[in-house]
């Protein structure tokens, strides 16, 4: 059976993990010092959050299998879609050993599709991004990455609307 993910930047991980424990009446099955993970079955998705200097708000969807023949089946599904995906293969993200492949949708929307095969003490890499949303790789195809390397964090002054 498949599962959705989730994966949001937030700006404080200790009150996100706050929130979303409260939410779904659930602490993290993974907790680190920079994410945090819910593999919940009501509802059935996989939710993640990371601090790691990306822009807050939701960085990209998915759908996780839970065996390789599921996986196959999306991927077969992805061949056939409109778009161009980037096989990624086997590779280290958010703590964990997986197989997989991205496709952006129509308006731009990060898909990873994979299979997680196992823990990582790292966490880990994934395909190039500029600025936090899509780019293109060296053959072209329109491309997302689940582990950007932190964006340097921007200070804007206070606001004085209400003062």
Known sequence: MKRL??????????????????????PPSVMKDDYAK???????????????????GVEHLGIQTETGEELAEVYERLSRAD??????????????????????????VPWEVFHTVGESAVYGGGPEVEGGRLAASPT????????????????????????
Do not use: Q
């Not at 778009?83 to 731009?108: F, H, I, M, N, R």
């Open 5 to 26: 993910h989730v994966h949001i930047a937030v700006d404080d991980l200790s009150r996100s993990v706050a929130f979303y424990s409260t939410l779904f009446a659930a």
């Open 38 to 56: 819910w593999m919940l079955d009501d509802p059935r998705v996989n939710l993640a959050i990371s601090a790691r200097g990306a822009a807050p």
């Open 83 to 108: 778009a161009p995906v980037l096989e990624e293969g086997a590779t280290v993200c958010c703590y964990a050993k997986s197989e997989k492949s991205w496709v952006s949708d129509p308006a731009g």
């Open 140 to 163: 072209g195809m329109a491309v997302a990455a689940c582990c950007p390397a932190p964006a340097p964090k921007v200070e804007t002054p206070a606001s004085s609307c209400c003062g």
